[in-house]
């Protein structure tokens, strides 16, 4: 049976060398080899603003070294070490909390969302039996301290001023009452209440606090000043006398005035612009702050709604033949928000599948939102592709390259507010397709991607391979470098002296050390006349040549020695 020589051992060492260097650098138990499902409870499902939730991952197969990841929807992230993570929603609303889990920052697996109701909590209807209305501070029970700020306690007239009642505690429910010192009273469930003063001068301002129609607390008053507004100087140097509108001398008088200063986001409100005196047919132009053009019309009055809380400027120009020749003051539209519309309902994007492949089509749904009519839905898919705004609430999409995109959803049509709400982005990552090369895809974060783990593995065992080859290479081309060993010189045989070979005698050849040169001896003298060689064998036993004629030579072995 054939052995195994030098060369074939150190390759058959060299080979298994290779597959233990495999199994140490890529074991088989790594998490990603795995099919592992991910499960998330909510408990409790339905909680008031406030209250905590306790979120509990389950996994199939347990997977250790593992980093436990929420994303809870209203824009937080919760990572632990421990499969129960904790959060408290600070907003009413829907929400979808999304489980992950990852090793060393890559996501492994995915699990389906779990949605949660977040619900307002309900006013407390406590009334201290015990408090009096009717007593006087010093008796058995104190009533709270009230206090008022004016923000800013000076103003121009058709300027806004921002009052805030102070209460050091509170018996629920009350109504907040300001008495501004004009003649006008305003009322509110909130301790802020925004005012607006018509005339210059000074005023005080009382507040008051109310349960159940009854005044129980009140507060020392606040002085605010409303000062007169400084008159425009504006004189439109192109008015020409002709037009009849007072001359020179007599610019023409431009005011404008609202049905109120002070409204709810929502409302709408009309404007109307007053000119002293007016020849010819003129164009009124209005301008709002809050509106990037002009609203231009041959009308002086003009309807609009305030769709967002805020402070804003209103002013009317007039103008005739495209040129401007007039232009009012401005005034100050004070819009308090829509308390009773309630906030705003969250949203949240999800795709089926979380991981897919390029060429395959991915599902996205919008979580969450709102069944209002009118309210639409526009997906961003983080490849530079936008979907149109839809009532749907699916698109499906395919992308074209592999890579990991930002995907998210944004709604709009809400009755309470003007913009889109727009939701968390979720990381896409598109693989590709079976059998194709991956080619690099866009990314959304600086740096790249890991690369996935049968890639990995390739690799790796690549790169043994050609290092065991080059060593192989290398050790061949030493051996063939290698000189081949000299023959050994035989040093020739001194010339016997002649001798005669006679008939019937004997010749033995004893061997030496060397088997390269045996010894010839003859009992007789004898003469050779021809070229005799004998060849060195490997056995070291005597020969035996006897000579039966003239120049007829037979050869015997002796084994027996």
Same mark, same amino acid.
């Given at each position: 049976?054939?052995?195994?020589?030098?060369?074939?051992?150190?390759?058959?060492?060299?080979?298994?060398?290779?597959?233990?260097?495999?199994?140490?650098?890529?074991?088989?138990?790594?998490?990603?080899?795995?099919?592992?499902?991910?499960?998330?409870?909510?408990?409790?499902?339905?909680?008031?603003?406030?209250?905590?939730?306790?979120?509990?991952?389950?996994?199939?197969?347990?997977?250790?070294?593992?980093?436990?990841?929420?994303?809870?929807?209203?824009?937080?992230?919760?990572?632990?070490?421990?499969?129960?993570?904790?959060?408290?929603?600070?907003?009413?609303?829907?929400?979808?909390?999304?489980?992950?889990?990852?090793?060393?920052?890559?996501?492994?697996?995915?699990? @389906?969302?779990?949605?949660?109701?977040?619900?307002?909590?309900?006013?407390?209807?406590?009334?201290?039996?015990?408090?009096?209305?009717?007593?006087?501070?010093?008796?058995?029970?104190?009533?709270?301290?009230?206090?008022?700020?004016?923000?800013?306690?000076?103003?121009?007239?058709?300027?806004?001023?921002?009052?805030?009642?102070?209460?050091?505690?509170?018996?629920?429910?009350?109504?907040?009452?300001?008495?501004?010192?004009?003649?006008?009273?305003?009322?509110?469930?909130?301790?802020?209440?925004?005012?607006?003063?018509?005339?210059?001068?000074?005023?005080?301002?009382?507040?008051?606090?109310?349960?159940?129609?009854?005044?129980?607390?009140?507060?020392? @008053?606040?002085?605010?000043?409303?000062?007169?507004?400084?008159?425009?100087?504006?004189?439109?140097?192109?008015?020409?006398?002709?037009?009849?509108?007072?001359?020179?001398?007599?610019?023409?008088?431009?005011?404008?005035?609202?049905?109120?200063?002070?409204?709810?986001?929502?409302?709408?409100?009309?404007?109307?612009?007053?000119?002293?005196?007016?020849?010819?047919?003129?164009?009124?132009?209005?301008?709002?702050?809050?509106?990037?053009?002009?609203?231009?019309?041959?009308?002086?009055?003009?309807?609009?709604?305030?769709?967002?809380?805020?402070?804003?400027?209103?002013?009317?120009?007039?103008?005739?033949?495209?040129?401007?020749?007039?232009?009012?003051?401005?005034?100050?539209?004070?819009?308090? @928000?829509?308390?009773?519309?309630?906030?705003?309902?969250?949203?949240?994007?999800?795709?089926?599948?979380?991981?897919?492949?390029?060429?395959?089509?991915?599902?996205?749904?919008?979580?969450?939102?709102?069944?209002?009519?009118?309210?639409?839905?526009?997906?961003?898919?983080?490849?530079?592709?936008?979907?149109?705004?839809?009532?749907?609430?699916?698109?499906?999409?395919?992308?074209?390259?592999?890579?990991?995109?930002?995907?998210?959803?944004?709604?709009?049509?809400?009755?309470?507010?003007?913009?889109?709400?727009?939701?968390?982005?979720?990381?896409?990552?598109?693989?590709?397709?079976?059998?194709?090369?991956?080619?690099?895809?866009?990314?959304?974060?600086?740096?790249?991607? @890991?690369?996935?783990?049968?890639?990995?593995?390739?690799?790796?065992?690549?790169?043994?391979?050609?290092?065991?080859?080059?060593?192989?290479?290398?050790?061949?081309?030493?051996?063939?470098?290698?000189?081949?060993?000299?023959?050994?010189?035989?040093?020739?045989?001194?010339?016997?002296?002649?001798?005669?070979?006679?008939?019937?005698?004997?010749?033995?050849?004893?061997?030496?050390?060397?088997?390269?040169?045996?010894?010839?001896?003859?009992?007789?003298?004898?003469?050779?006349?021809?070229?005799?060689?004998?060849?060195?064998?490997?056995?070291?036993?005597?020969?035996?040549?006897?000579?039966?004629?003239?120049?007829?030579?037979?050869?015997?072995?002796?084994?027996?020695?």
């Amino acid at each position: 049976m054939a052995t195994i020589g030098p060369p074939r051992l150190r390759q058959a060492t060299l080979w298994l060398l290779v597959v233990a260097a495999c199994i140490t650098l890529f074991p088989t138990s790594r998490a990603e080899a795995q099919e592992v499902t991910v499960s998330l409870t909510a408990d409790p499902p339905t909680v008031l603003v406030g209250e905590p939730i306790t979120f509990t991952f389950a996994v199939d197969p347990p997977v250790e070294a593992v980093e436990y990841v929420i994303d809870f929807g209203d824009g937080n992230v919760g990572r632990s070490e421990t499969p129960e993570l904790v959060h408290v929603y600070e907003q009413p609303g829907g929400f979808a909390a999304f489980p992950q889990l990852e090793q060393g920052r890559e996501v492994i697996a995915e699990g @389906p969302p779990v949605e949660v109701v977040v619900n307002e909590p309900e006013p407390s209807e406590f009334v201290d039996p015990s408090f009096d209305p009717s007593f006087v501070p010093g008796g058995e029970a104190a009533p709270p301290n009230v206090n008022l700020i004016a923000d800013p306690p000076v103003v121009l007239a058709g300027a806004p001023i921002t009052f805030t009642v102070v209460v050091d505690s509170l018996f629920e429910p009350v109504e907040y009452v300001i008495d501004f010192g004009d003649g006008n009273v305003g009322r509110s469930e909130g301790p802020e209440l925004v005012y607006v003063y018509e005339q210059p001068g000074a005023f005080v301002a009382f507040p008051v606090l109310e349960q159940n129609g009854e005044v129980f607390a009140e507060g020392p @008053p606040v002085e605010v000043a409303v000062n007169e507004p400084e008159p425009s100087e504006f004189v439109d140097p192109s008015l020409d006398p002709s037009l009849g509108l007072g001359g020179e001398e007599a610019p023409l008088n431009v005011s404008l005035t609202a049905d109120r200063n002070v409204l709810t986001a929502g409302e709408i409100i009309t404007f109307t612009a007053t000119v002293d005196s007016l020849v010819g047919a003129v164009e009124y132009v209005f301008n709002f702050t809050d509106r990037p053009a002009p609203e231009i019309s041959a009308n002086p009055t003009f309807s609009r709604p305030y769709e967002e809380s805020g402070v804003f400027e209103a002013a009317v120009q007039l103008m005739q033949e495209g040129e401007v020749f007039a232009e009012s003051l401005p005034v100050t539209i004070t819009v308090a @928000p829509d308390e009773t519309a309630g906030p705003l309902p969250a949203i949240t994007i999800r795709a089926e599948p979380p991981d897919a492949r390029s060429e395959d089509p991915v599902v996205f749904s919008a979580v969450g939102g709102s069944d209002e009519p009118g309210v639409e839905y526009r997906f961003h898919f983080g490849d530079g592709q936008t979907s149109d705004w839809s009532p749907a609430r699916e698109v499906t999409h395919t992308y074209a390259a592999p890579g990991s995109y930002n995907a998210s959803v944004e709604m709009r049509g809400l009755p309470n507010t003007a913009q889109a709400i727009p939701s968390t982005p979720i990381l896409m990552t598109v693989a590709a397709p079976p059998g194709a090369a991956a080619s690099p895809g866009p990314t959304t974060q600086p740096g790249s991607l @890991p690369l996935p783990f049968p890639w990995v593995l390739l690799v790796g065992v690549l790169l043994i391979l050609a290092v065991g080859g080059f060593i192989l290479r290398g050790k061949k081309k030493r051996r063939a470098r290698k000189p081949a060993p000299r023959p050994e010189r035989v040093a020739k045989p001194k010339p016997e002296p002649e001798k005669k070979l006679v008939p019937g005698s004997e010749l033995v050849v004893k061997p030496k050390t060397d088997p390269g040169t045996p010894q010839v001896v003859g009992d007789q003298p004898f003469k050779v006349q021809m070229e005799m060689r004998l060849r060195p064998i490997k056995d070291p036993g005597q020969h035996h040549l006897e000579a039966g004629a003239d120049l007829l030579i037979q050869e015997r072995r002796n084994h027996g020695g």
